[in-house]
């Protein structure tokens, strides 16, 4: 048999990823799939559960270190004793948790944050 091109090859896993779905969680499954890789743009051999899998670990390992660098930073540029820390990681976890939840979106932070304060968490380019 020849060898099958980077196409053929990505249109099998497709399709074998595809059959996965299905006899996991039918055909409406498989069209929420569909959905969802058509509004994320996604092009991957992982399922959606897979993925959100991936982003729940993200989601942790980025709220690890913006915690670490925001207590960092309130200790040594803002003079936060141990008290004050631990009254804002109490809240900023409570937060954290939220978010974890899918309860508040980062999104619906840095919306509220440019709302209210004027404040623009859009990083600059370049």
Sequence with gaps: MAKLTNI??????????????????????LEAELK???????????????????????????????????LYTLKEKFGF???????YYDQFEDLCDSVMRDYLTLDDVVQYLKDQYEIDLN????
């Design 8 to 29: 053929q090859q990505s249109f099998n896993n497709g399709l074998s990823l595809a059959l996965q779905i299905a006899k996991e969680k039918g055909i409406e499954g």
């Design 36 to 70: 969802f890789r058509g509004i994320t743009g996604l092009h991957t051999h992982l399922s959606k559960s897979d993925i959100e899998k991936v982003e729940k670990i993200f989601k942790k390992r980025v709220i690890l270190y913006y915690t670490a660098a925001s």
């Design 81 to 87: 004793g141990k008290v004050r820390l631990k009254k």
């Design 123 to 126: 990083f600059k380019e370049g």
